[in-house]
């Protein structure tokens, strides 16, 4: 089976059980705290769609799953308009979005400070990619308000993470395929450190 039509078969599957409380995730408080004080605070925001994805529906990503992972470890995943605070220690670390194709992001974090990362999606013909979009303190505090009134923050649960055992042949073979040329790319998505909140 393709790798586009087995990732379709499921991120359909997913959403069929919408109405069964088989989501990959759980609504969390939408209130993001400040991270404990020896830890630092990632929060991934996929905004709505815009332009061509909006119009391409479907097949503009809304029904497909951001799966985003630290150093190889599944920690979420989102739809548009959701969110996800992920807390960590200090350091540096890589993270990767998978979905159709792939894209990496290197992260270094500070503690006691919050960082903020869209996850953008871009078409690609009838299937779409993400990107990692570090806003390196791009956002003032009345951007970061309007951002958390319209976005639910999610959290992983029991499903997701089946979800992602099921899916870790495909995201190795992404991983495989996309990581080298990425590594080489010298305009990757890079968050700094100094950026946090």
Sequence with gaps: MGAILRYSLLA???????GCGSLP????NPTVTRPAADKALIVFMRPDRGGMARMLGSAGGADTYAMIYQDDQYIGQLLPKQQLAYELAPGKYTFMLSAFTADFMIAEVAAGRKYYVNVETIPMGVSVGFKF????GALDQNKIDALHAVMKRVVPNAKGEEMARKD??????????????WQ???DH?????EAGY
């Excluded at 359909?12 to 919408?18: P, V």
């Excluded at 995730?25 to 969390?28: D, F």
């Design 168 to 181: 870790e042949g495909h995201r190795q073979k992404l991983k495989d395929k996309y990581y080298a040329q």
């Design 184 to 186: 080489v790319n010298s």
């Design 25 to 28: 995730y759980s609504i969390a």
């Design 189 to 193: 998505a890079a968050l700094n450190i």
């Design 12 to 18: 359909s599957l997913a959403l069929l059980l919408n």
């Design 133 to 136: 979009r570090p806003q390196n």
